[in-house]
């Protein structure tokens, strides 16, 4: 399982995370996905995931 962080910059502040949740399979795809659009800021093993203070 992989953690995908994103934020959209024309609606988040630039240190907000959103998250998706993608298993091996699919991992590549979304993150080509939010890629494309500039949304992508990390992919992390699902493990290894910290999630920001505060949230």
């Known amino acids: 399982m992989w953690v995908l962080a994103w934020n959209n910059p024309k609606i988040h502040t630039p240190e907000r995370r959103k998250t998706w949740l993608a298993c091996e399979e699919h991992r590549e795809h979304l993150s080509q996905f939010l890629g494309v659009r500039g949304f ?3 992919v992390v ?3 290894d995931w910290k ?3 505060g949230s």
Do not use: G, M, N, S
């Open 45 to 47: 093993k699902f493990e």
């Open 40 to 42: 992508l800021k990390d």
């Open 51 to 53: 999630a920001p203070e």
